[in-house]
C-alpha cells in the first residue's frame, strides 16, 4: 500500500525513524500479528518454536512485548479467567496500526533490496 | 493424562516469584508460567517441568519485571524546574534563619577546616620515604630475639660473625648481596649525630669551618635509593675510601657552587681528608634519613670514623623477581653458621620490612615493627573524623528541632502531590548546598592558617590543590557531611503525615526528642573528653618540665669535647672560670640531661650474685662535677682531689645500690671494665633522663683526660650572654679547629619533650574546637526551645514567674544532659589517659579533679551558652509575645 509513496531515496531514512525493532522484536509482533487476539506469553512462545524452530524462554517473550508495548506496536488487555491457568486472567495482546505499518516498511524495505540483489546470490525460488 | 492430584510447580519458586515479581505484572506471568508449566508436565514429565519451571522463575529475574509501576504520574524526578524550586527554598530558609544558618555553616566549616588540616598532615605523613623509583623492593633489615621468654626487637643490624671480628661485622651488607643471588644492592647506613653519642660533625676547607649533621653509607646507596644527584658520579660516588658526597647546601657553604665541590679535598674533625666525589640535593623533608654529607662505608671499615651508635642499619633491594619472604629465609638460613654473637638459649631471626613502612611502623611490638607514628595518624584521623561528626550533629539537631516550623510546608507539599522521595532529595540538596558553603569557607580558613600551621607541626606542608587526590578528599567530605547531616532530616521530615500537620499537630515523637538529645549528649562527652585530656597532658607536660631533676638545670651550657679541648682542658677551664659571668668548669663523659649509654656486663662488684642483671649508666666526671651539678650526697662523701686515691674511687646512686643488693655500699669494691676501686659515697637519685625513663643505677668514676665527652660550665645567674662571649673567646685560641658550639642544658632537656608539647597544643585546640561545637549546638536547641515556649513563657510571667524561674525553665534540660555526659565521659577519658601516661616512667596521678574541672568546666560553658537565651526570652516583655492572639 504505502510502497509507492516511498521514493527509493527516503528509504533508508524511514526504516531508519520507524523500525527500531529488534530481529527477536519482529518475531514476536509477527507472531502477535499471526495469532489474531490469541496472542499471549505462552502461545507466543509456542508458536515461534514451531515455526523457527528456536529456543525460546517466557522471560524473553514477555520482556519483548513490554518493550513492544512501550512503542505502542501492541496493545493489551485482561482476559477472563480461565481454568488451565488455576483461575488467573492472562494478558492478550493485539498489533497496533503503528506495529503493523512497522512490519510492513520492513518487509518494503527488504523486498525492494531484494530486487535489488544480483541473480546470482537469488537462491533460486524467490 | 489422569493423575491423582494437579500436578504442582514447586512452591518455593512460585513464593520466590511473588516476592520479587512487580504486582502489576505478577498475575500474567504467574499465569504464564503456570500454563508452560501444565503443558511440559504432559511433555516431558514433571520432575523435567518443575525444573523448567525454577529455571523460568530464575529467568525473570530481570529489571522489567522487577521494576515496580510508579504510584503517581511518572514525571522525571529531577527536572530543571524543580530544582530551581529547591533552591530557591533553600536560599530563602538560609536567609531567614540567619542565626541558624550561621550556626551550621560555622559549626561545619570548623570541622571541615580540622578534617583538612588532618587530611594534609596524614598526606605528608603518608609521603614520607614514598618518593623512591625501587619502593616496592626496597627493604630495611631488622632482628627478632626470642630470649629468656622475652621478645624483643632491633634495627641494629651490627652481626659478630664467625671470624670475630669488628670489620667483618662492617661487611655484613656486602657479604650478603654476595652471597645471596636475590639481592641486588645492600648498604648498612650510620648516622653521626643521633643519640647516645651523636653530634655535628666538623669540616674544614681552608678558613671556613662548619659543623654539619651527616650519616656513613655503603657505596649502592645512591644506586637503591633517589636522592638527586646534581653534581658528580652516581655510580661510584661512595665507593672508593676517604670518598665524601654532600649536599648542594654544604657545597654551596664551601665551594659557592656543586660543580665547584667536585673532587676537592675537605678536613674532617681535622683529622682526615675526603675527596668530594658527588653532590646530592638537599635532602627534602619527604625522606625519613636526614644528612648533610655521607661518608663511604669504606672509609668506616679503615679509618677511625666514629658512629653516634654502634648499632648501624642496612637495607637491601631485591630484584626484580625476588619475593620477600624466601629471600628473609634465604638471609636467616646464611647467618646461622656464622654468627658468634647470639646468647646461649636466644633464637634470633631477621625479617625485612617494606622501606616505604619504617618511618611510620618504627616501635616494635612483639619483635616486628608494628607500631610508631601509625598511632599518631590513626589518633588524629579519628578526632577528625569525630569532630565533624560533631559538626553534622549540630546540622541534624537544629534540622530536626526546627521541623516544626517546615511542618506545613511539608504537609502542603505532600497534598500537592510530591513524593516521599522528592522531599528526601530536597532535604538533601539543603545540606548539601549548607555543606558546601562551609567547605568553600573552610578552604579559604585553610589557606590563610596553613603558613601556622607548618610552624605548629614544623613541616611544609603546600595544599596541592589542583592535585586529583585533594579533589577527591574534597569531594569526599562534601558527601559525608552533606548525608551525614542531612539524612536523618531528610528522612524524619519526610515522614510528616499530611493530615496531621495541616491540622497543626506537632509531630514530635518521644523517640526523637531522645534522639535529639542523645545527639547533643554525645557531643559533650567527646568535649569532656577532650578536656580531659586537654588537662592532663599539660598538666603531665608541666610535670615533667618542672619537676625537681635532683640537681640544678638552669644556668648550665655544654660544649662538646673535640680537638685541642681534651689535651688542653685544664687550661681552658683555668682559663674559663676566671672569665666574667661564669661560676664553675667541669666535666662529663655523657651530657647530664640524657646520658643515652646502658650496659650490663663491665660492671663487677663485691658479692655479685651470679645471675645479675643490673643495668648500669656509667659516667666519668671530673672532681668538681657534683658540686657543679648541685647533686646530694646521702653517705659517704663526694670525690675530692684531696684524696689523691679518688681517681679510683666510685659513686653510685641510691637505685644501683638497691638493684646491686649491697648491704653496706661504703668500701665496697666495684670495677667497670679494667678499672677497679673503691665506692667513697652514693649520691641521691636523681634524673638522668627524660622522664619516659624510671631512674637507672648509676655509677661515677673520675676521669678527666677522656678525649669525648662534654664540657659542662655554670654561668652566673642573669650574665648568659657574658658567659658565652667569655667563653667563645677561650675557645677560638685554644680549640681554632673548630667551630664554637654550645647547647643549654635546659634547653635541650625541653627538647626531650617535644612530642608531648605538640600533643598538649594538639589536644587544647581540639577540645577548644568540640567546646565550640557542641556550645554552637547547644545554643542552636536553646534558641528553638525558647522560640518555641515564648508565649509559655509570657503566661509565666504574667502570672507572677520571676526571671530566675524562666532560667531555670529553660536551662534544666540541658544541664542535665551535660552531667549525664559527664558521667558517660569520665570512665572513658580516665581509661584514656591511664594508657597514654604509662608512656612515663614518673607520672602525675590522676585524681578526681582533674575529671571536676573538665566537667564544670563544660557545666560552666553550657551554662553561660544557655543563660545568654534564657535571659533574653527571660527579660521579654510579655506583652509583646502574648499580643497576636
Keep these: ?126 | 493424562m489422569k493423575t491423582s492430584s494437579e500436578p504442582t510447580p514447586p512452591l518455593w519458586a512460585t513464593r520466590l516469584l511473588r516476592w520479587y515479581c512487580a504486582p502489576n505484572l505478577l498475575e500474567e506471568v504467574e499465569g504464564d508460567l503456570h500454563e508452560e508449566f501444565i503443558y511440559q508436565v504432559g511433555e516431558v514429565g514433571l520432575k523435567k517441568a518443575q525444573r523448567n519451571y525454577i529455571t523460568n522463575v530464575l529467568g525473570f529475574v530481570r529489571p522489567f519485571a522487577i521494576k515496580r509501576k510508579s504510584s503517581s504520574i511518572s514525571t522525571p524526578f529531577l527536572n530543571m524546574n524543580m530544582c530551581k524550586h529547591f533552591l530557591t527554598v533553600a536560599f530563602r530558609t538560609l536567609i531567614r534563619q540567619k542565626v541558624f544558618s550561621f550556626i551550621n555553616v560555622a559549626g561545619l566549616s570548623l570541622g571541615m577546616v580540622c578534617c583538612l588540616f588532618i587530611f594534609l598532615w596524614v598526606q605528608d605523613e603518608k609521603g614520607v620515604d614514598n618518593f623512591h623509583a625501587h619502593r616496592d623492593a626496597l627493604y630495611r633489615i631488622y632482628q627478632t630475639t626470642h630470649a629468656e621468654g622475652e621478645i624483643s626487637g632491633s634495627y641494629a643490624t651490627p652481626f659478630v660473625t664467625s671470624s670475630g671480628d669488628f670489620k667483618e661485622a662492617l661487611s655484613f651488607a656486602e657479604n650478603l648481596k654476595q652471597d645471596i643471588p636475590e639481592i641486588k644492592y645492600a648498604t648498612s647506613y650510620a648516622t653521626g649525630y643521633e643519640l647516645p653519642w651523636g653530634h655535628p660533625e666538623t669540616f674544614q676547607v681552608d678558613n671556613k669551618i662548619y659543623k654539619l649533621e651527616g650519616s656513613r653509607a655503603g657505596e649502592d646507596f645512591f644506586k637503591m635509593l633517589s636522592y638527586d644527584i646534581v653534581a658528580g658520579d652516581r655510580e661510584n660516588a661512595l665507593k672508593n675510601l676517604n670518598s665524601l658526597a654532600i649536599s648542594r647546601k654544604m657545597a654551596e657553604l664551601f665551594f659557592d657552587t656543586p660543580e665547584g665541590a667536585i673532587g676537592k679535598s675537605i678536613r674532617y674533625e681535622n683529622k682526615l681528608d675526603l675527596v668530594i666525589t658527588a653532590v646530592f640535593e638537599n635532602v627534602s623533608s619527604e625522606s625519613s634519613l636526614k644528612f648533610d654529607y655521607l661518608i663511604s662505608w669504606e672509609t668506616c671499615k679503615t679509618q677511625r670514623i666514629e658512629f653516634a651508635s654502634n648499632d648501624w642499619v642496612t637495607f637491601i633491594l631485591l630484584e626484580d623477581n625476588a619475593a620477600a619472604k624466601e629471600t628473609e629465609m634465604k638471609i636467616n638460613r646464611w647467618l646461622k653458621g656464622r654468627r658468634i654473637d647470639v646468647r646461649e638459649g636466644a633464637k634470633v631471626e631477621l625479617g625485612l620490612q617494606r622501606y616505604s613502612d619504617q618511618y611510620l611502623f618504627s616501635n616494635f611490638v612483639n619483635g616486628k615493627p608494628q607500631a610508631g607514628r601509625m598511632e599518631y595518624v590513626n589518633i588524629f584521623s579519628g578526632v577528625a573524623i569525630f569532630i565533624l561528626i560533631m559538626a553534622c550533629i549540630n546540622f541534624m539537631n537544629l534540622a530536626t528541632a526546627r521541623s516544626l516550623k517546615r511542618a506545613k510546608e511539608i504537609g502542603v507539599r505532600k497534598v500537592i502531590g510530591s513524593s516521599r522521595i522528592s522531599l528526601v532529595v530536597q532535604f538533601l540538596g539543603e545540606s548539601s548546598l549548607l555543606s558546601l558553603l562551609a567547605l568553600m569557607l573552610s578552604v579559604t580558613l585553610t589557606l590563610i592558617l596553613l603558613p601556622a600551621f607548618n610552624i605548629f607541626t614544623g613541616k611544609q606542608i603546600t595544599f596541592a590543590f589542583f592535585e586529583s587526590s585533594s579533589w577527591v578528599f574534597l569531594m569526599c567530605l562534601l558527601l559525608f557531611t552533606s548525608l551525614a547531616a542531612g539524612c536523618y532530616p531528610a528522612l524524619f521530615l519526610s515522614s510528616f503525615k499530611p493530615v496531621r500537620t495541616l491540622k497543626g499537630m506537632v509531630p514530635v515523637t518521644w523517640v526523637s526528642i531522645w534522639f535529639r538529645k542523645g545527639l547533643a549528649g554525645f557531643q559533650f562527652v567527646l568535649s569532656i573528653v577532650l578536656m580531659v585530656a586537654t588537662i592532663v597532658v599539660s598538666q603531665q607536660t608541666g610535670y615533667v618540665q618542672n619537676t625537681h631533676l635532683g640537681y640544678d638545670k638552669e644556668n648550665l651550657i655544654y660544649i662538646r669535647i673535640e680537638g685541642e679541648l681534651n689535651p688542653k682542658y685544664q687550661v681552658f677551664k683555668e682559663q674559663v672560670s676566671r672569665m666574667p659571668g661564669i661560676a664553675m668548669v667541669d666535666r662529663s663523659s655523657e651530657a647530664p640531661h640524657a646520658m643515652g649509654f646502658t650496659v650490663v656486663g663491665p660492671i663487677n662488684w663485691e658479692g655479685k650474685p651470679k645471675d645479675a642483671d643490673v643495668g648500669f649508666k656509667p659516667t666519668s666526671v671530673g672532681f668538681d662535677f657534683l658540686k657543679l651539678m648541685n647533686l646530694k650526697i646521702t653517705a659517704g662523701r663526694g670525690f675530692s682531689r684531696a684524696h689523691v686515691t679518688d681517681t679510683a674511687a666510685f659513686m653510685l646512686n641510691e637505685e644501683a645500690v638497691k638493684q646491686m643488693g649491697l648491704k653496706n655500699p661504703i668500701g665496697a669494691w666495684v670495677s667497670a671494665w679494667d678499672k677497679k676501686g673503691h665506692i667513697v659515697g652514693i649520691l641521691k637519685d636523681y634524673h638522668m633522663n627524660s622522664l619516659h625513663e624510671p631512674i637507672n643505677p648509676l655509677i661515677v668514676d673520675v676521669k678527666e683526660d677522656l678525649y669525648f665527652g662534654v664540657i659542662i660550665i655554670r654561668t652566673e645567674p642573669g650574665k648568659t650572654e657574658e658567659a658565652l662571649v667569655s667563653l667563645e673567646k677561650v675557645y677560638k685560641e685554644i680549640n681554632p679547629n673548630y667551630p664554637f658550639d654550645y647547647q643549654f642544658v635546659d634547653q635541650e632537656y625541653d627538647k626531650l619533650y617535644r612530642n608531648e608539647q605538640v600533643m598538649a597544643k594538639l589536644s587544647t585546640a581540639f577540645a577548644g574546637l568540640a567546646i565550640i561545637i557542641s556550645c554552637l549546638g547547644l545554643l542552636g536547641l536553646v534558641m528553638f526551645s525558647a522560640e518555641q515556649r515564648t508565649k509559655e513563657i509570657g503566661i509565666r510571667k504574667v502570672l507572677g514567674a520571676s526571671i530566675a524561674d524562666i532560667i531555670n525553665l529553660l536551662s534544666r534540660d540541658f544541664l542535665k544532659l551535660i552531667m549525664v555526659a559527664f558521667l558517660i565521659a569520665a570512665p572513658v577519658s580516665g581509661y584514656f589517659m591511664h594508657r597514654w601516661l604509662q608512656n612515663f616512667a614518673f607520672q602525675i596521678e590522676l585524681s578526681w579533679w582533674i575529671f571536676g574541672l573538665a566537667g564544670a568546666a563544660a557545666l560552666l560553658i553550657a551554662l553561660l551558652t544557655v543563660c545568654i537565651q534564657a535571659v533574653q526570652s527571660a527579660v521579654a516583655n510579655p506583652v509583646d509575645s502574648l499580643k497576636s492572639e
Design chain 1, 1 to 126: 500500500v504505502a510502497g509507492h509513496l516511498i521514493s527509493k531515496n527516503r528509504n533508508n531514512d524511514l526504516t531508519m525513524k520507524r523500525a527500531h525493532l529488534g530481529e527477536f522484536e519482529e518475531i514476536v509482533l509477527l507472531m502477535v500479528a499471526m495469532l489474531e487476539g490469541n496472542a499471549y506469553g505462552v502461545s507466543i512462545a509456542h508458536e515461534i518454536i514451531a515455526q523457527t524452530n528456536r529456543d525460546v524462554g517466557l522471560n524473553q517473550v514477555h520482556a519483548s512485548l513490554q518493550r513492544l508495548e512501550g512503542k505502542g506496536m501492541v496493545a493489551s488487555k485482561m482476559s477472563d479467567p480461565t481454568r488451565e491457568r488455576g483461575g488467573r486472567r492472562k494478558r492478550l495482546f493485539n498489533i497496533t496500526a503503528y506495529g503493523r505499518q512497522t512490519l510492513i516498511d520492513i518487509q518494503t524495505v527488504r523486498t525492494s533490496i531484494w530486487n535489488l540483489l544480483p541473480s546470482s546470490v537469488k537462491p533460486t525460488g524467490i
